[in-house]
């Protein structure tokens, strides 16, 4: 019997390691394979929206105008491990950005300035919205590449 209550751990302990070595490695299904070289930070979004994964910008059904406005940001880890300086945000200027509806409506092609900033101004209807209602939603994606990496962030406007 007692012959019996060592065999069956150690059996058990056999199994589990053999099948965790034979374990496939699955990937996972939310994160990119490449990293984004920058960081897209939507302006007007609320707080938490650079880490969201669709930020969303509200706007005035009667806004005769539209300002789409994004910062892209490069981020310096060299003083990662120095709590006294830590991640810095660096403006990233003459990167070429196409803004366009998910639909695949190009709404236009911008260049960041010198403060990392993209903006452009569009109507409610350029936005395909002929009348917009409280709640109307449109999506919008931003496209560029940078050292080389293409990327993409999504965002959307919320007429309010």
């Not at 960081?39 to 789409?68: C, M, N, R």
């Not at 903006?119 to 709640?135: N, R």
């Amino acid at each position: 019997m007692k012959n019996i209550k060592t065999y069956i751990p150690a059996f058990c302990l056999a199994v589990a390691l053999s099948l965790g070595m034979t374990s496939c490695k699955e990937e996972d299904p939310f994160l990119d394979v490449d990293v984004a070289p920058v960081l897209v930070d939507i302006v007007g979004a609320a707080f938490g929206a650079p880490l969201a994964s669709e930020p969303t910008v509200g706007y005035q059904l009667t806004a005769p105008k539209l300002t789409l406005s994004a910062r892209l940001l490069e981020l310096d880890k060299t003083n990662i491990l120095d709590h006294t300086k830590g991640i810095d945000s660096i403006p990233v200027p003459n990167v070429a950005i196409k803004i366009t509806l998910r639909s695949g409506a190009v709404l236009g092609e911008v260049t960041s300035n010198a403060q990392g900033l993209v903006t452009i101004d569009k109507t409610w209807a350029e936005l395909g919205v002929a009348t917009p209602k409280a709640g109307t939603v449109t999506k919008i994606s931003w496209t560029g590449s940078y050292k080389g990496i293409a990327f993409t962030r999504f965002s959307q406007i919320q007429a309010n």
